[in-house]
C-alpha cells in the first residue's frame, strides 16, 4: 500500500457498499465506472473545479470508458484510486485508474477515460484551457 500512496498521494478513498455487489457477490462491473468518475470528480474539484469551467460554459464530457477487471472485490472493503494520464491532445486527454483493495493489499481493477473538452454554448468541442493543460501536463510527469 505505501508504494500505491507514493506513486498517488491523493488517491481517493472509496468505501464498498453492499449495493454495489451483485448476484455472483462481487462488485459489479457497473460500479467500477462509478469509482473512476468520483477519483476524477475529486481530482478535478481539487486541482481545476469544474465549477469554475463551468462558469466558462465548458468542461469535460467522457467520450471513452474502459475497464479491465484483475480480481474481484467484495463487501466490505475499502478502495483506493489513483488517476494518472498518458495523452493530451489539443481537446481531449486520457485518464487512467488503478483501484488498490486495502483488504487484498493488492490492484484489483485498472481502467482508462477519454475527456474531450466541450463548449456547452456552442455544441462542440473546444481546446483544453491552458491553465488546465498545465494540470494535467504535471499530472503526467
Given at each position: 500500500?505505501?508504494?500505491?500512496?507514493?506513486?498517488?498521494?491523493?488517491?481517493?478513498?472509496?468505501?464498498?457498499?453492499?449495493?454495489?455487489?451483485?448476484?455472483?457477490?462481487?462488485?459489479?462491473?457497473?460500479?467500477?465506472?462509478?469509482?473512476?468518475?468520483?477519483?476524477?470528480?475529486?481530482?478535478?474539484?481539487?486541482?481545476?473545479?469544474?465549477?469554475?469551467?463551468?462558469?466558462?460554459?465548458?468542461?469535460?464530457?467522457?467520450?471513452e470508458?474502459?475497464?479491465?477487471?484483475?480480481?474481484?472485490?467484495?463487501?466490505?472493503?475499502?478502495?483506493?484510486?489513483?488517476?494518472?494520464?498518458?495523452?493530451?491532445?489539443?481537446?481531449?486527454?486520457?485518464?487512467?485508474?488503478?483501484?488498490?483493495?486495502?483488504?487484498?493489499?493488492?490492484?484489483?481493477?485498472?481502467?482508462?477515460?477519454v475527456?474531450?473538452?466541450?463548449?456547452?454554448?456552442?455544441?462542440?468541442?473546444?481546446?483544453?484551457?491552458?491553465?488546465?493543460?498545465?494540470?494535467?501536463?504535471?499530472?503526467?510527469q
Amino acid at each position: 500500500m505505501d508504494n500505491f500512496k507514493q506513486r498517488y498521494p491523493d488517491a481517493c478513498y472509496i468505501k464498498v457498499t453492499w449495493g454495489d455487489m451483485d448476484a455472483l457477490q462481487h462488485v459489479n462491473n457497473v460500479a467500477y465506472f462509478r469509482y473512476f468518475e468520483d477519483a476524477r470528480i475529486e481530482f478535478f474539484n481539487r486541482e481545476f473545479p469544474l465549477t469554475e469551467m463551468y462558469k466558462c460554459g465548458i468542461g469535460p464530457v467522457i467520450s471513452e470508458n474502459h475497464a479491465n477487471y484483475r480480481k474481484p472485490v467484495v463487501y466490505p472493503d475499502t478502495l483506493l484510486v489513483g488517476i494518472s494520464n498518458s495523452h493530451i491532445g489539443e481537446d481531449r486527454f486520457t485518464l487512467h485508474y488503478e483501484v488498490f483493495s486495502t483488504q487484498q493489499q493488492c490492484i484489483t481493477t485498472t481502467g482508462s477515460s477519454v475527456a474531450v473538452m466541450f463548449d456547452f454554448n456552442q455544441g462542440q468541442k473546444t481546446a483544453i484551457p491552458a491553465d488546465l493543460r498545465a494540470i494535467l501536463q504535471r499530472l503526467q510527469q
